[in-house]
């Protein structure tokens, strides 16, 4: 897995934390995405570091390296590749980096999501998401 620079596609893509979830809309295909967990992290650190290798770095120190280092890698680019296919990031070029980006420490009094693979759901329109349970419709559909 060689390094990579991993980059929030802001120009279509608009996003908000809700109730430690992520809620995301791609502006260009309408569909709406939600991560939890884990992934709500690597999306914060893709946004600050862009570089999968300080990614990888930094969720390896963040859990005390009681993750193996090839699992935290593989949980990443694996997660970036779901993100890529989803248009809701992209690769880009070393030359284009952020330059000197601070990162500020995650709060460790947080408690810290399982480490298990982030999930990216889809959906194609809001009402997927929000639906009733038991299949009520609003009334005003």
């Known amino acids: 897995m ?7 596609n802001s120009k279509d893509v608009i ?11 791609n502006l260009a295909n309408g569909n709406y995405y939600t991560i939890d967990g884990l992934g709500v992290i690597i999306w914060e650190l893709i946004l600050k ?3 999968s290798k300080d990614i ?3 969720l390896f120190k963040l859990y005390n390296h009681i993750v193996d280092i090839e699992i935290v890698k ?11 296919n989803a248009k809701l990031v992209s690769l880009i070029d070393f030359k284009q980096t ?11 009094t947080k408690i810290l999501p399982a480490f298990k ?3 990216l759901q889809t959906y194609q329109k809001m009402q997927e998401k929000y ?6 419709k609003r009334s005003d559909e």
């Open 98 to 108: 952020k330059a000197g980006q601070e990162l500020n420490e995650f709060n460790e």
């Open 2 to 8: 060689k390094n990579r620079i991993i980059r929030h």
């Open 74 to 84: 593989k949980t990443i680019f694996d997660f970036a590749d779901e993100l890529i």
């Open 56 to 58: 990888v770095n930094y």
């Open 49 to 51: 570091l862009e570089n």
């Open 117 to 119: 693979k982030p999930i």
């Open 131 to 136: 639906a009733h349970p038991c299949g009520i």
């Open 15 to 25: 996003f908000e934390l809700i109730d430690g979830e992520i809620v995301l809309l």
